[in-house]
Structure formats: C-alpha cells, structure tokens
C-alpha cells in the first residue's frame, strides 16, 4: 500500500526509536493490527467508546487500515503501530496524534493503547515519546492533548513521565461502553518538555 503514496511534508512511513518501529497503518499487516486488537480486547474495551459489532473482524480493519491511511495523508490523524525491532512481525501497540488542527491552533490531541503482556517495560514511553517528537517537530504543532479516566493509574502515570501537566477534569466527557465518564485531561506544549 505504500509504494505508491506520496506523504505530506513531515511524515514518514515508519519512524525507529532505540527499541521500537512505528508504522502507519497498511494492509501488508492486516493480519497483525487484527491479532493485536483481538488478544488484547478485554483489556482495551474498559478504557474506550464501544465499538462497532463487527469491529474485530478482518474486512473492518482493512477498511480501517486504509481509512486511517487517507487521514495521514491529509495530516487529520495519524495512527502509528508499534512494533519490536527485535521481532518486527508482531505489534505491541498503537499511538495515534488525532484531531489535528493545524491554523491557526496547531493542536493534536494523541491515544495509545498497549498489549498487556508488553506493559511496564518502557515500550509505551518509548513510543509516546516518538509520537510527540512527529507532531511537534515534523507536524509542527504546538500544543499536544491527551485525557484519561481518573481511575488509570497507569496512563496516568504514563503522561507525567513522559512530560504532560493536569488541565482540569472533564465532566461526563465521553460516552465508554454505554457511560459518560470523566476523563482528566492533560497537555504538553513543546518539545522541550518531553521526557524520553
């Protein structure tokens, strides 16, 4: 799928941290972006709006994949997938930079999600880090958001280590599996403040 894609200025297929490769979404690994969706379901589904019914299927991350590719070339949105450069067939996770909004904000607002069994070994950092590096150095973006529910300690944690401050806490904000929830949210403002 990308051989033939012309990205916008600023962005790049895939992206190497010391030990991570991001990628943006392709259907050359349709079947990996399912598999990682599908083992880690459980523990995703708490944390996120429902999804669709036939969301875990392979057609519906195929028209995703390429979906989520069409938002990165119009820099709306731009998905990555995170893989182990020691084992370069297998995500552990996704970090996504969405709601961009370049003038006159130049503001994004960024979501991760990592597998279970890959958490608590830096790997969400590490990527997070990466992201925020593409927005505000290669996007040019200024201000970058992020919101978490009160009660996930480890994201939480995961936005204080990496650089964020508390904005406030957002009210019945977004509806998770049926119920408007509170989210706090949070803000990085250069990339002076990212902490790796």
């Keep these: 799928m990308q051989n033939h894609t012309q990205l916008p200025t600023g962005l790049s297929f895939s992206y190497e941290t010391e030990r991570l490769i991001l990628r943006l979404p392709s259907t ?6 399912h598999d990682f969706l599908y083992r880690n379901r459980s523990c995703f589904e708490k944390y996120e709006p429902t ?3 036939n969301y875990y299927t392979l057609d519906f991350q195929q028209t995703l994949a390429r979906c989520e590719l069409k938002l990165a070339l119009k820099l709306s949105s731009v998905r990555f997938y ?18 961009i909004i370049k003038m006159p904000y130049f503001t994004s607002e960024v979501g991760y999600k990592f597998d279970a069994s890959y958490q608590h070994h830096g790997y969400a950092r590490e990527a997070l880090s990466m992201a925020l590096s593409v927005g505000f150095y290669g996007l040019g973006l200024h201000k970058i958001f992020a919101r978490c529910m009160p009660e996930n300690t480890p994201s939480k944690n995961l936005l204080h280590a990496t650089g964020f401050f508390e904005e406030g806490i957002e009210r019945d904000s977004i509806l998770i599996q049926g119920k408007w929830e509170d ?3 949070y803000a990085i403002l250069n990339p002076d403040e990212i902490h790796s």
């Excluded at 050359?28 to 972006?33: F, K, N, Q, S, T």
């Excluded at 370069?88 to 969405?98: A, E, F, N, Q």
Aim: charged share 25%; aromatic share 6%; net charge negative.
């Design 28 to 33: 050359d690994y349709l079947r990996e972006i």
């Design 82 to 99: 995170v893989f182990l450069k020691e084992d370069p067939s297998t995500i552990i996770g996704t970090v996504c930079l969405h709601n």
């Design 51 to 53: 999804a669709p019914e």
């Design 183 to 185: 989210h706090i949210r």
